[in-house]
């Protein structure tokens, strides 16, 4: 597959970031060759480098610090990924740069080409740009527009939105550890629910699910909000999921989580 090329500004500098077709995002700049795509290799090893009808692409995201590639997944000839790297979150470890991606999926990620265009598009064009992409659809060619804060659709359709943290593992690896308790600052939005979903493991049991829903009592604008079925037990590792349950056309915004964690006995 073709390297695609994008010139962003980072925390260091001016950077270019590219894809490399073995190893996927990669950028270059003031301190030289940088390796970027640790958190997503599971994603890009089933990326379909003969795909059809799509050639990787992307662009930049100024307003939001992010870099932003179409790539087809699983054996699709079309786009069905989007790869989101903030520039700002990324962090130098060991094994290169680590943290600050998300991924998209859905009708927006289906696009065939991308640009970055003004945020209103009419006879007074906005100086903001925003991300677009052009799908294809049973009813012809649609231009899609990213990042619109007062959507909860994507092309009409209600999606699942979630965050999933990487794995708590606290050492002793051998040591069973147990949740006591967990909360959830977000901002209020009347009818929101959020679903918190355990993974014990490497999902070796079935996954606890809570619920809290994100209505303001008294006027305020953040809540903090108690998971009361949090409880999860014997795990030597867990991993978190905050968001929608399933589809559907609600907004909301998440500032912090916190869990009380118990180490126990060994395992």
């Avoid at 962003?8 to 996927?24: C, I, M, N, Q, W």
């Avoid at 999926?105 to 992409?133: D, H, N, Q």
């Avoid at 929608?244 to 395992?267: C, H, P």
Wanted: charged residues 20%; aromatic residues 10%; negative net charge.
């Amino acid at each position: 597959m073709p390297t695609t090329t994008l010139p962003v500004s980072g925390l260091s500098g001016a950077a270019l970031y590219f894809l490399d077709p073995e190893l996927g995002p990669y950028r270059i700049g003031a301190n030289g060759l940088q390796w970027i795509g640790k958190d997503v290799k599971a994603i890009w090893d089933t990326v379909n480098h003969d795909a059809e009808r799509l050639r990787a692409h992307g662009v930049y995201y100024k307003g939001k610090h992010q870099v932003c590639w179409w790539v087809a997944t699983n054996g699709n000839h079309d786009a069905d990924t989007v790869l989101r790297f903030d520039v700002m979150e990324g962090t130098l470890s060991a094994d290169g740069v680590r943290y600050g991606w998300s991924r998209d999926t859905g009708m927006w990620a289906s696009g065939r080409a991308s640009a970055m265009l003004p945020e209103f598009i009419g006879a007074v064009m906005s100086r903001a740009l925003k991300p677009y992409a052009a799908a294809s659809t049973f009813f012809g060619t649609i231009l899609l527009k990213g990042d619109d804060p007062t959507m909860t659709t994507d092309a009409d359709l209600p999606y699942q939105a979630y965050v999933q943290s990487g794995a708590f593992s606290k050492e002793p690896l051998y040591e069973n550890k147990a949740v006591l308790k967990s909360f959830l600052h977000a901002e209020a939005s009347d009818g929101a629910t959020l679903t918190q979903t355990f993974i014990r493991g490497s999902g070796d049991d079935t996954n606890r699910v809570a619920h809290v829903v994100l209505t303001s009592q008294g006027g305020e604008s953040e809540v903090l909000k108690k998971f009361e079925a949090s409880a999860l037990t014997d795990a030597y590792a867990f991993q978190v999921r905050l968001g929608d349950q399933s589809a559907v056309d609600k907004l909301w915004t998440l500032n912090r989580w916190y869990g009380l964690m118990e180490v126990r006995e060994d395992r």
